[in-house]
């Protein structure tokens, strides 16, 4: 009973982590916007396959390895923190853009899979979510897990994720979340994009301080 009371707390906490605003709430809230819904739930998708692959990094013990190995950190934190800079300006930039909406089916080949790669990389940009998920599991899971334990949460992490952004995805595909975006886009844009690119900026900055 206890390992199943330790389980739900491990994604209690990671749960209000997903909830928390941030660069991936940003991608995939536009991404819901500006497409389909299920464009939206492509991205909300990504944003689970990116939980599960830091579970799995996790659940390896290869979090420890970054943490011990200075320079793939850095390195990480620099890259990382680049690509979110360049997502934050591509959004400033675009801010004044009439945003084409999707109308149905014909000419959309491959959006839903271009929404999964953009958010799968959002969410792997950021090396701090590693290190998120190898510290709880090393704070929250007992001295000697059992297997089926490691074996379950990378997929339940998935869902929770998952689930957590297709509610962002089918909310902000809705008409009134949706005309409410597009009334106020120049100014939501320019705040998303000072958003992401700060984040990507701290981390650049921070990967660089590393190396002094």
Same mark, same amino acid.
């Given at each position: 009973?206890?390992? =199943?009371v330790t389980l739900l707390s491990i994604l209690g906490v990671f749960l209000l982590g997903a909830m928390s605003p941030g660069p991936s709430f940003v991608v995939v809230s536009r991404i819901a916007v500006a497409g389909e819904r299920r464009? !939206? &739930?492509?991205a909300a998708v990504g944003m689970g396959a !990116? @939980? +599960?692959i830091f579970a799995c990094i996790a659940v390896a013990g290869l979090t420890a390895l970054l943490l011990q190995v200075a320079w793939l950190d850095i390195l990480l934190r620099v890259a990382g923190g680049a690509y &979110? %800079? $360049?997502? @934050? #300006?591509?959004? $400033?930039? @675009?801010a004044r853009d009439k945003l084409e909406i999707a109308a !149905?089916?014909?000419g959309r080949q491959g959006s839903s899979?271009?929404? +999964?790669?953009?958010?799968?990389?959002?969410?792997?940009?950021? /090396?701090? =979510?590693? #290190? +998120?998920? @190898?510290? %709880?599991?090393?704070?929250?899971? /007992?001295?000697? /897990?059992p297997l089926w334990m490691l074996l379950a949460l990378p997929p339940l992490l998935f869902c929770n994720e +998952? !689930? $957590?952004?297709a509610i962002v995805a089918v909310t902000f595909s809705a008409s009134r979340p949706r005309s409410l975006y597009l009334r106020a886009k120049p100014w939501i844009d320019r705040t998303a994009g000072a958003i992401v690119g700060a984040l990507g900026t701290k981390l650049m900055v921070e990967g660089l301080r590393a190396v002094r």
């Open positions: 009973m206890s390992e =199943t464009d !939206g &739930l492509a !990116g @939980g +599960f &979110l %800079m $360049w997502i @934050g #300006i591509k959004i $400033w930039r @675009g !149905g089916q014909q899979r271009k929404a +999964f790669v953009r958010a799968l990389l959002v969410q792997l940009a950021n /090396p701090k =979510t590693a #290190i +998120f998920y @190898g510290s %709880m599991f090393a704070a929250m899971l /007992p001295a000697h /897990p +998952f !689930g $957590w952004y």
